[in-house]
């Protein structure tokens, strides 16, 4: 179990979502692990979802 600003955090990825959660920011981080992409790129994948 973690604690950041007393709140309990059951694993790190918890931790990890809690600043970089949101609807879109997970599936472009998942985009861009393979590498950079262009903005345009990134829209057209994104528009699949």
Do not use: Q
């Not at 950041?4 to 861009?32: E, H, Q, R």
Request: with cysteine; charged share 30%; glycine share 6%.
């Amino acid at each position: 179990m973690y604690t950041i600003d007393n709140k309990d955090y059951p694993c790190c990825t918890s931790i990890t979502m809690k600043f970089i959660g949101g609807k879109w920011k997970a599936v472009i981080l998942f985009y861009l692990i393979d590498g950079a992409k262009r903005y345009s790129e990134l829209k057209k994948l994104l528009k699949e979802h």
